[in-house]
């Protein structure tokens, strides 16, 4: 999974081992690499059996993310290491440390004292920022793969999501203690999205093509959204179900944008404050395939894509419209960098889904059930008919036989 994180000046890009950090605006800062491969192997105090099955990982990045104010950047990799970078004055790695599992998605806290890691069994470990060679500590668990994991903006509630259409809103401060459950979706929910000026609004998005707004407080929805009803050129409806990788936000505006699997076209909507609710004002049709996008400190919207000759394009509001920039300096520079990892994005993305595996499979058995019916009510018949047919004959037999014969 390829992440793309933009924050105050910086455009950073995990593609598989690599972190690559590029600064915008006419910075002198040169750009920053960080390969996973190298760094320090951290091992696990007293192993499960299950952690032994898992194996050796790839050092391929698997999720990352920026604290609120850029001070901070945190990712974790395959193979269970959560690695800790302070960004100012210039970017330094200052712990790695070991995750119990794989992780799925992190979150830093607002006051950026703590990093919430959610892993593939379901359980979210807390790790301290201040004390950077701290082991981790389990806050909360489920009973299903976690999918994501956000902090409220007052980091009053930690807010989780699976793969069983859950959403669980828990209080910080004691995990234990839930504050509600956001029920409706039909399939796993891929993302969840606190608004961060929108009081207690959170926005999430599932296998089932919605998005749904809620009060989480409350476990109240507000709005859903059926995604497969906007389409990319205005013509036909998706008919496929489709998943949401990415929802990101810009403060400027209210603007949303949301990315799906697989599906090359990015959805804008806009949040009313006044109506709270989500307007949707233009699809963005992709030549190829999006990967990540990312909001910049200018409203400008990045999106990565299946593309070597167009690795990342920029699209820029004009007129109420979004349009893409093509002669912008900072697209340039970011382009030839990325371009050097297209081997890597191409070896641990090309063709792949993020979310297909998670489907729930089916089976019809009323199907099985009325076609096994229909074979016993025919056989059923067969056996009467014949049966009637020996005593229609038998009968014959006995008026055709003359009586000195009996």
Sequence with gaps: MAVLAVCGDVVALSA????????LRGSSSRPFFYDCSTAERKPLDNKSEDDVCEGQGSDRILAAAFSASGNYFALTDDNKRLILFCTKPSWKCISIRAVVRRCSSLTITLSEDR????????DVYSFA???PQKKGQLELGHLSMLLDV??????KYIITADRDEKIRVSLLKAPHNIASFCLGHREFVSRILVLPNAGNLLLSSSGDSTLRLWEYEEGREVQCCDLTSYSSSGGENLEKKIAVSRIIYCRPGNFIAVLCDSFPVVYLFQFDIVSQRLIHTQSIPLKHRGWDIAFDAASGLWVLQEDKDEIIALYRLVEGQWQQAFDDKEL???????RERWALLQECLGGKTFYGDLYKSTHD????????K?????QMKKRKGKHLEENKHLKKLKTETPSSCL
């Design 115 to 122: 990093i919430f890691v959610a892993d593939k069994s379901g």
């Design 365 to 372: 058995n009323m199907a099985s059930y009325l076609s096994k």
């Design 332 to 338: 340039k520079k970011i382009s030839t960098i990325f």
């Design 129 to 131: 920022i201040a004390e």
């Design 374 to 378: 229909r074979e016993r009510q025919e």
């Design 150 to 155: 956000a902090v409220s903006p007052d980091d």
């Design 16 to 23: 598989g081992s690599v972190l690559t950090v590029v600064p």
